[in-house]
């Protein structure tokens, strides 16, 4: 078996970061072999196409954003874990040059694309999956401060909103590109979640 040509891991992170300020559909294989420094061809040869490519970059993408998600929330009380979960999203959303947005809701926007050059099922459960990972270690957090007094209300609906709201922070950073009212909005939904304790 012939060894690769490139480096696995670099050519990864070039290939998402073109993904994510172009889009699967406004991204080549030749655009991404050129900014690696690699053959087309080897991309084919290692991933098979644009679409695997695309959910192997995404797939490292998403357990990078699950570990930093989980280190934000991770220590000190429910509020600073919730805001700190909130500061890691929007800086996310917002990094790059012109902004690039939330990959997970530019794929979600591209599975509705036309036929044939859109993504597919495989790639809707790697954003399923990232999503249902997120909601899960906020309702672990949200579980452990109800432990601790400093949450009274339903762990798993609150996680729910609170993820939901995420959502459409993406959508508004699109629109109007405001960080400051993303962060606004952020510690209002943390002051609504915690409403019935004073912290």
Do not use: M, Y
């Given at each position: 078996m012939r060894p690769r040509e490139f480096d696995h891991d670099h050519v990864l992170r070039i290939a998402f970061d073109q993904f994510w300020r172009n889009g699967?559909?406004?991204?080549?294989?030749?655009?991404i072999a050129r900014e690696a420094g690699v053959q087309r061809g080897s991309l084919y040869n290692a991933f098979g196409s644009k679409e695997a490519l695309f959910l192997s970059a995404y797939q490292r993408y998403a357990g990078d954003y699950l570990s930093s998600v989980q280190k934000a929330l991770g220590s000190g009380t429910l509020r600073q874990r919730l805001t700190a979960f909130f500061d890691v999203t929007i800086k996310s959303f917002c990094s790059g040059?012109?902004?690039?947005?939330?990959?997970?809701?530019?794929?979600l926007m591209e599975l509705a694309s036309v036929e044939g050059e859109g993504l597919d099922d495989n790639a809707r459960q790697a954003f399923a999956d990232l999503v249902a990972g997120i909601t899960g270690l906020v309702r672990e957090a949200l579980s452990k401060g109800a432990e601790r007094g400093q949450f009274s209300g339903d762990a798993a609906i609150a996680a729910l909103h609170i993820v939901t709201v995420t959502r459409g922070l993406a959508v508004l950073e699109r629109a109007f590109g405001?960080?400051?009212?993303?962060?606004?909005?952020?510690?209002?939904?943390?002051?609504?979640?915690?409403?019935?304790?004073?912290?």
């Open positions: 699967v559909r406004g991204t080549s294989l030749s655009d040059s012109p902004p690039r947005g939330c990959p997970t809701t530019r794929g405001d960080e400051v009212q993303l962060r606004k909005i952020a510690a209002h939904t943390v002051d609504l979640v915690l409403a019935k304790k004073n912290r």
